[in-house]
Each structure stands twice: as C-alpha cells, then as structure tokens.
C-alpha cells in the first residue's frame, strides 16, 4: 500500500516548524506592519473627507471590512493595496512610509524565523493619527487664498513657538 505524504508542519529534518498565524504576532494580536499600513489607509482616507462607507463603496467592501483594514485586524492583499492606492490618489509606497525601524522588524518572516520580538503596547503618539491634527489639515486646506492660508500657516508656528524660551532669545 503507498503511503500518503503527510501534511504535518515538519522539515525534512523532523523537527517542529513554527507557523505565523496568518502574519499575526505570537500573542495572537495583529501584525505591527499590518497596524501601520491600516493607519496610513485612515489617515489618507481622512485627510479626503472620505467615510469609511465611501470608501467600501469605492472599492467593493462594507464599511466594516474597512474598519478592519484600518485597525490592522484583517490583512490587506496586494490586489486590494493596488485598488486602495488608486482610489486614495497615492502610491502604493505610501502605505510604508514613516514605519519605525521596530514595526518594520515584525514581519511574519521574521517572526517565524525568530528574529522579532513581540512588540510592545504602545500608546498612539504619533500626533498624524489623531482625528484633531486630520481636521486641522483639511480645515487648513480649505482656505482657497494662498496669502490667506500662509498667514495661517505662520501664525501655527508663532504661537507654537511662543512658550519656547530657545525660539524667542
């Protein structure tokens, strides 16, 4: 009788291969990379003045499919990046900008060969992701006079720089 090939997670040396859980961290919680690419699809999405829904809509999805892109809790698909870069006017690129050296070592590759850790809890810091510094773009956006918009724009810097005794000696 001829033995079936096993189907068993086993190198030829039989010892134990260690699989990625679909690219998610050992502790079962999203891959960092697949977090950033999800932030980078809601910041560009907000700084157009899109809906989650618009978005879905553009590109064949519930809006809840793209909560959970932006969250990280589902995996974007390179054919869905694409899609994702043409509705959102960007470079495919650009849903790997600004990933911190730390996030950038998390990928499933490395974590199944045992060369990344798992990432800490951090809380979000990065001022790009929080909804008041989107709305303050778009608002700033919105000024149609260059001059206008440049007054704006100098008038951020001053008052920011005003209780910075470095900036005013």
Do not use: C, W
């Not at 086993?10 to 690419?37: L, W």
């Not at 809790?73 to 990933?99: E, H, T, Y």
């Not at 000024?143 to 008052?159: C, G, N, S």
Request: charged share 30%.
């Amino acid at each position: 009788m001829a033995r079936l090939a096993s189907n068993s997670p086993r190198s030829k040396s039989d010892a134990p291969v260690r699989r990625s859980g679909r690219g998610r961290t050992p502790s079962g919680k999203p891959n960092p990379i697949d977090v950033h690419v999800g932030g980078r699809v809601r910041l560009r999405r907000t700084l157009l003045g899109m809906s989650q829904e618009k978005l879905g809509e553009a590109i064949g999805l519930t809006f809840q499919q793209v909560q959970k892109y932006e969250r990280g809790a589902n995996r974007i698909g390179a054919s869905r990046l694409f899609d994702l870069s043409r509705v959102l006017d960007v470079p495919v690129s650009f849903f790997f900008d600004d990933m911190s050296e730390g996030t950038s070592q998390s990928s499933p590759r490395m974590m199944v060969a045992g060369l990344a850790e798992e990432p800490p809890v951090l809380a979000e810091s990065d001022p790009l992701t929080k909804r008041e510094t989107l709305e303050l773009v778009r608002a700033y956006y919105r000024i149609t006079d260059p001059q206008v918009r440049k007054r704006v724009f100098e008038l951020a810097k001053a008052l920011a720089n005003a209780g910075d005794p470095a900036e005013t000696a």
